[in-house]
């Protein structure tokens, strides 16, 4: 800079603002989230909008896990016979290589197509993506706000934010899963 220049600081934003906006942040998304037919379509919109690189897709990284039978409230829900078989999948859902939520999903199997499980047993492709021609819908159980998510402008990338349990229905209602998501800190950050 030459003599006589004039250094114009930007201001920082204060405490207060950036606790409003991080809370709106959280608010829009789970607004989102409660009312989207998917939370794979939901996630994807928001990675774009929030920065992710053209072409970024949402990843579902397999967690190697135990099985995880569904509870008898769980099997009720999914309408299930006795002898119904439901497959457990635990999965991180990842955007530019941030984990934005872990998901436990009980899904069966006869209510998808053959290449529809394929997908399931041999990639990465996240179940809202793979099931998406079925046109399903969400029927939220709950949703709770975690510790973190109470105030979300402090909140690391991995702290737990929020929870959502729902139901993915098929179009004509019966029930495709139940899954039971944690979102992380990282869903909150730009670029």
């Known amino acids: 800079m030459g003599r006589g220049s004039v250094l114009m600081a930007t201001p920082l934003p204060d405490r207060a603002s950036i606790v409003d906006e991080a ?3 959280l608010r829009d998304l789970c607004d989102r989230l409660v009312a989207g037919p998917s939370a794979t379509a939901v996630l994807e919109a928001w990675c774009r909008e929030h920065g992710a690189s053209p072409g970024t897709h949402l990843v579902a990284d397999i967690v190697p896990c135990p099985d995880r039978p569904p509870s008898s409230a769980q099997r009720e829900r999914l309408e299930l016979p006795r002898d119904g078989l439901v497959r457990y999948r635990r999965v991180r859902l990842t ?23 394929h997908l399931l047993d041999t990639s990465e492709v996240p179940f809202g993506r793979v099931v998406h021609d079925l046109a399903p819908a969400r029927r939220n159980l709950g949703l709770r706000l975690l510790p973190a998510g109470r105030d979300p402008a402090t909140a690391g990338p991995d702290a737990p934010l929020f929870a959502i349990e729902a139901l993915l229905l098929r179009h004509d209602g019966l029930p495709l899963c139940e899954v039971a998501e944690i979102y992380t800190g990282a869903v909150l950050a730009q670029g």
């Open 23 to 25: 809370a709106g942040r």
């Open 95 to 117: 955007c530019a290589g941030r984990v934005l939520s872990e998901a436990e999903n009980w899904y069966v199997p006869s209510r998808l197509t053959a290449a529809m499980n």
